[in-house]
């Protein structure tokens, strides 16, 4: 039987991931190639030192394609479509991975002033941390779905990383103290 599942989507993120990782590829291919040039050039200029002109060349070329992979890593992990269903919630990357997460295996649901985190286990075991961006279009109605969803499986609910339970209205919004005129 089909799942009936709620779609969110923003595609304006895979606009920006593309471009993003386009610019840094880029970069990188014309630093790495003045580097790859530099180091031959150096024996002309100071023979003496040449392999040591080599051999630091050598050592950016390789700090920045481990900066450039791990930077890549985490565009490609931004999510940018998340499928709600009664049963699970299905968040797709903009890496083109695709991971779902069951009500029943979720730890915590944090709603933050940047977005929203899901917290828990996949099928298969793995922990997982889903962050959904409040930029995306239709935050407030994924947000209250998705925490409609975990409060019927009795999963925690977090606000800013307290648990709801705890936080105190009153420092929020101070005109609802007892004795209060509410204007």
């Known amino acids: 039987m089909a799942e009936w599942f709620q779609v969110f989507d923003d595609e304006r993120v895979l606009v920006s991931v593309r471009t993003r990782a386009r610019r840094l590829v880029v970069a990188f291919a014309l630093v790495s ?3 790859v040039a ?16 080599a051999l630091a060349c050598g050592v950016v070329l390789t700090a920045y394609a481990a900066w450039l992979l791990r930077r890549l890593g985490r565009l490609h992990r931004r999510l940018w479509r998340i499928e709600l269903s009664f049963r699970r919630a299905v ?8 991971v779902a997460l069951a009500w029943q295996a979720l730890d915590q649901i944090d709603v933050r002033t940047d977005g929203l985190v899901l917290s828990g286990r ?13 930029s995306m279009p239709q935050f407030a109605r994924f ?9 019927a499986f009795g999963r925690p609910v977090w606000v800013e990383g307290q648990p709801w339970e705890a936080i105190d209205v009153t420092s929020i919004h101070p005109g609802l103290r007892t004795g209060s005129a509410v204007a």
Request: proline share 4%; no cysteine; hydrophobic share 45%.
């Open 122 to 134: 996949t099928t298969l075991g793995r922990r997982v941390r889903l962050h959904v961006a409040a």
């Open 38 to 53: 530099l180091a031959p050039l150096s024996t002309l200029v100071a023979p003496a030192h040449a392999g040591l002109a």
């Open 143 to 151: 947000a209250h779905r998705a925490v409609e969803y975990a409060e």
């Open 33 to 35: 190639g003045g580097l």
């Open 91 to 98: 968040a797709h990357d903009a890496g083109g991975r695709r």
